[in-house]
């Protein structure tokens, strides 16, 4: 029963023989497991050892985030999932009878200032920045060259998405994989570090403080609306204005662009942060995503070479030289007076879609309709923008009049209404492009109308006031307001 289990849901993927060479593994980064040398990443046992049948029931029934692979505890029971963890096995001659031994793991210390600076500290003597960067978002100066034991590619993890992890996301699960390693991949395990007492095990453990501190305190939500706050002061200047801080951040998830060719099944970047702020009269969006490169950059020109001949190239090769960095924003040309909205990859010619797309090199920003992600037409729009790169990070920030200049080809921003937005986002050192890029469905971005008075004048208002002060002034607020209604703006004042 657990070949035919496995037959049907995982041979897609690993295999018939478990060879990791299924019909769809040329599609994917990183590649399904081979299972035949037993070379697992996700292990409570030592480096170089098999894993328990307990660690092979965690990833099948959690999956993997950050790769292709699924959990299945929703779709098989605990008998089936038993059953297919016994069919894998047989796909090795290095699984007998005697079960692996799990390193016993201790205690964490209690987290405190000073740990997650030790930890900071032993992060950089481990040389961990090597791979994953400074501020831990894959961009190491060894990111562009690493490949498994395979010579597949592999990206290092941006370990500000815990949430991507793929054993897990607690300071525990990554103090695991910091004393097991990560198998058949370049990510070494640190239990010999300890043994030869270069560090202690607090130490290691304050290093998976650090690493689960350098992502947000609470998993990000996603909601379909980002809200726009209506504010009287100054609005923000430029990507790293300090105001940002102060404006809530929205997660949208992307996913690679799968439905026209050429398509995207491995894309470099997963998700994005959009903010925005009005004032009124202007709108200011912010954007910003985790890339490792400002494309083009010849560094990473290896890794595009050994993308092209790894991923499938069914929809055509990917491109030999790297293009700019893209980010796409859409919005409906016109407000959609019920549920319908444009098609989400660049509108169609029934309903176009108005596109902000900005490029890296040059540094630009290109206004226009679009009836498909192919068919772009330019427009004579003035948007300003600023964009800024930062250790893997890129921020670009939009300021437009929330009145269109031109109605037929661009939309005007209207206060109290849920606008349809959506999102592109291509790393060109990747071989992405305008077609090749990670997409978002459809959101919403409402722009805050200032508290209108009559809000205030409620009937049980109406009565304390004329309790305490009398009729006069009961009847002043009702005049204030009416006139608010009929002339706006006056009312409030």
């Known amino acids: 029963e657990g070949r035919v289990l496995y037959d049907r849901w995982c041979a897609g993927c690993h295999g018939e023989t478990g060879a990791g060479d299924g019909e769809a593994a040329a599609w994917m980064l990183p590649r399904p497991r081979d299972f035949r040398p037993a070379v697992y ?60 031994t799990p390193i016993d793991f201790g205690r964490p210390p209690a987290s405190s200032a000073e740990g997650l ?13 090597k791979c994953h960067g400074d501020a831990g978002r894959g961009d190491g100066p060894s990111a562009p060259t690493m490949s498994d034991d395979w010579d597949f590619p592999i990206r290092p993890a941006d370990l500000s998405e815990y949430w991507q992890f793929n054993g897990g996301s607690t300071v525990a699960d990554i103090y695991r994989r910091l004393r097991t390693g990560l198998d058949g991949t370049p990510m070494p395990s640190f239990s010999d570090a300890i043994e030869s007492e270069i560090i202690t095990e607090e130490q290691l453990w304050r290093v998976a403080q650090y690493v689960r501190s350098l992502g947000p305190e609470d998993m990000p939500r996603v909601r379909e609306v980002i809200r726009a706050p209506l504010v009287a002061g100054a609005l923000p200047e430029g990507p790293d204005d300090t105001a940002w801080a102060e404006i809530e951040s929205y997660y949208i998830p992307l996913a690679g662009q799968i439905i026209q060719q050429p398509r995207l099944f491995a894309p470099a970047v997963d998700g994005l942060w959009a903010q925005a702020v009005h004032d009124g009269e202007r709108l200011v969006l912010r954007v910003r995503w985790h890339d490792p490169s400002f494309s083009p950059d010849s560094v990473w020109q290896d890794w595009l070479t050994l993308l092209g001949s790894t991923l499938t190239d069914a929809d055509g090769p990917l491109p030999a030289v790297q293009g700019p960095d893209r980010l796409h924003v859409q919005f409906p ?39 498909g992600l192919d068919a772009f037409t330019p427009a004579g729009e003035v948007l300003a923008h600023g964009a800024r790169f930062d250790a893997g990070e890129w921020r670009i920030q939009f300021s437009r009049p929330l009145l269109a200049q031109d109605s037929a080809q661009s939309l005007t921003f209207v ?30 971005i409402y722009l805050d109308v200032p508290t ?28 204030r307001h009416r006139l608010g209604a009929d002339h706006p703006g006056k009312g409030a004042s």
């Open 41 to 100: 990443q996700i292990r409570t046992t030592a480096s170089g050892e098999l894993p328990t049948d307990e660690d092979l029931a965690r990833v099948i029934d959690e999956g993997m985030p950050g790769s292709a692979m699924p959990g299945w505890k929703s779709k098989l029971n605990r008998q089936q999932r038993d059953k297919v963890i016994v069919h894998l096995k047989s796909f090795s001659r290095f699984f007998g009878d005697t079960p692996p």
């Open 117 to 129: 600076a030790e930890g900071e500290r032993v992060y950089r003597e481990l040389e961990c920045f």
């Open 333 to 371: 040309v016109r407000l959609p007076d019920g549920l319908e909205r444009p098609y989400f990859l660049g509108g169609d010619r029934k309903r176009p879609v108005a596109v902000w797309r900005w490029t890296s090199t040059p540094d630009r920003v290109e206004t226009g309709t679009g009836t």
């Open 415 to 444: 206060p109290g209404r849920t606008i349809p937005i959506g999102f592109l986002v291509a790393d060109g050192s990747s071989g992405e492009g305008e077609m090749r890029g990670a997409v978002s469905a459809w959101y919403g």
């Open 452 to 479: 209108p008075v009559r809000a205030y004048v409620t009937p049980v208002l109406a009565m304390i006031l004329t309790a305490a002060f009398g009729f006069t002034l009961v009847k002043r607020a009702q005049q």
